[in-house]
Protein backbone atom coordinates (compact mmCIF):
# COMPACT_ATOMS: atom_id res chain seq x y z
CA UNK A 1 0.00 0.00 0.00
CA UNK A 2 1.24 3.46 -1.28
CA UNK A 3 1.22 5.70 1.66
CA UNK A 4 1.63 10.05 1.03
CA UNK A 5 2.74 12.02 3.59
CA UNK A 6 2.34 15.93 3.26
CA UNK A 7 4.71 18.55 4.85
CA UNK A 8 5.33 22.05 4.49
CA UNK A 9 1.67 23.88 5.08
CA UNK A 10 1.59 26.99 7.43
CA UNK A 11 0.63 30.55 7.55
CA UNK A 12 2.20 33.32 5.19
CA UNK A 13 0.88 36.88 4.65
CA UNK A 14 0.29 37.93 1.14
CA UNK A 15 3.26 37.48 -1.28
CA UNK A 16 4.96 35.07 0.58
CA UNK A 17 6.13 31.67 0.12
CA UNK A 18 5.91 28.30 1.16
CA UNK A 19 7.46 25.00 -0.26
CA UNK A 20 5.44 21.67 0.34
CA UNK A 21 6.35 18.09 0.39
CA UNK A 22 5.11 14.86 0.02
CA UNK A 23 6.79 11.93 1.16
CA UNK A 24 6.07 8.48 -0.62
CA UNK A 25 6.41 5.38 0.85
CA UNK A 26 6.40 3.62 -2.82
CA UNK A 27 8.82 4.18 -5.60
CA UNK A 28 7.78 7.56 -6.79
CA UNK A 29 9.24 7.07 -10.24
CA UNK A 30 7.16 4.16 -10.83
CA UNK A 31 3.90 6.22 -11.05
CA UNK A 32 1.99 7.41 -14.17
CA UNK A 33 2.36 10.80 -12.28
CA UNK A 34 2.61 12.92 -8.83
CA UNK A 35 -0.15 15.81 -8.68
CA UNK A 36 -1.12 18.37 -6.07
CA UNK A 37 -5.14 19.21 -5.39
CA UNK A 38 -6.33 21.72 -3.05
CA UNK A 39 -9.94 22.69 -1.12
CA UNK A 40 -10.85 25.65 -0.07
CA UNK A 41 -13.36 25.56 2.85
CA UNK A 42 -16.84 25.08 1.26
CA UNK A 43 -15.37 24.56 -2.41
CA UNK A 44 -14.72 20.98 -4.26
CA UNK A 45 -11.12 20.01 -4.56
CA UNK A 46 -9.47 21.32 -7.82
CA UNK A 47 -6.47 20.49 -9.49
CA UNK A 48 -3.55 22.56 -8.76
CA UNK A 49 -0.66 20.57 -10.27
CA UNK A 50 0.44 17.30 -12.15
CA UNK A 51 3.79 15.90 -13.40
CA UNK A 52 3.73 12.73 -15.70
CA UNK A 53 6.35 10.05 -15.63
CA UNK A 54 7.47 11.38 -18.30
CA UNK A 55 8.11 15.14 -17.12
CA UNK A 56 5.51 16.50 -18.42
CA UNK A 57 3.76 19.69 -16.40
CA UNK A 58 0.20 20.99 -16.01
CA UNK A 59 -0.71 23.73 -14.10
CA UNK A 60 -4.09 25.21 -13.20
CA UNK A 61 -4.48 28.73 -14.50
CA UNK A 62 -4.72 30.20 -11.00
CA UNK A 63 -1.02 29.34 -10.16
CA UNK A 64 0.74 28.93 -13.45
CA UNK A 65 4.09 31.57 -12.65
CA UNK A 66 3.76 31.19 -9.48
CA UNK A 67 3.92 27.63 -7.74
CA UNK A 68 6.61 24.89 -9.75
CA UNK A 69 6.20 21.00 -9.32
CA UNK A 70 8.87 18.80 -9.05
CA UNK A 71 10.15 15.11 -7.66
CA UNK A 72 13.13 14.25 -6.32
CA UNK A 73 13.05 10.45 -7.65
CA UNK A 74 16.18 9.56 -4.94
CA UNK A 75 14.39 10.62 -1.80
CA UNK A 76 11.01 9.45 -3.19
CA UNK A 77 9.36 12.86 -2.28
CA UNK A 78 7.24 15.27 -4.16
CA UNK A 79 7.64 19.21 -4.14
CA UNK A 80 5.09 22.25 -4.54
CA UNK A 81 7.17 25.41 -4.33
CA UNK A 82 4.63 28.47 -3.88
CA UNK A 83 5.48 31.97 -4.61
CA UNK A 84 4.09 35.45 -4.44
CA UNK A 85 1.30 33.77 -2.54
CA UNK A 86 -2.71 35.39 -2.35
CA UNK A 87 -5.48 34.62 0.21
CA UNK A 88 -7.26 32.61 -2.30
CA UNK A 89 -4.50 30.46 -2.40
CA UNK A 90 -5.65 29.64 1.08
CA UNK A 91 -7.16 25.51 1.38
CA UNK A 92 -5.76 22.36 2.29
CA UNK A 93 -3.50 21.26 -0.18
CA UNK A 94 -3.51 17.11 -1.35
CA UNK A 95 -0.86 15.36 -2.56
CA UNK A 96 -1.74 12.30 -4.70
CA UNK A 97 0.03 9.77 -6.79
CA UNK A 98 -1.48 8.00 -10.11
CA UNK A 99 -1.00 4.17 -9.76
CA UNK A 100 1.40 2.63 -12.11
CA UNK A 101 0.38 1.19 -15.45
CA UNK A 102 1.85 -0.80 -18.13
CA UNK A 103 0.92 2.00 -20.38
CA UNK A 104 0.09 5.32 -18.65
CA UNK A 105 -2.84 6.61 -21.11
CA UNK A 106 -5.13 7.51 -18.78
CA UNK A 107 -4.04 8.93 -14.95
CA UNK A 108 -5.83 6.91 -11.95
CA UNK A 109 -4.95 9.07 -9.11
CA UNK A 110 -5.74 6.50 -6.66
CA UNK A 111 -3.11 7.19 -3.56
CA UNK A 112 -3.82 10.70 -1.59
CA UNK A 113 -2.31 12.24 1.56
CA UNK A 114 -4.13 13.65 4.67
CA UNK A 115 -3.85 16.86 3.07
CA UNK A 116 -1.80 19.98 4.77
CA UNK A 117 -3.43 23.30 5.56
CA UNK A 118 -1.91 26.68 3.70
CA UNK A 119 -3.16 29.93 4.55
CA UNK A 120 -2.89 33.12 2.97
CA UNK A 121 -3.48 36.58 5.24
CA UNK A 122 -4.00 39.90 3.40
Known amino acids: QVQLVESGGGSVQAGGSLKLSCAVS????????MGWYRQAPGKERELVST???????IYADSVRGRFTISQDNINNTLYLEMNSLKPEDTAVYYC????????????????WGQGTQVTVSS
Open 96 to 111: AAARPKIVCNTLDFTY
Open 26 to 33: GYIFSMCA
Open 51 to 57: RRKDGAT
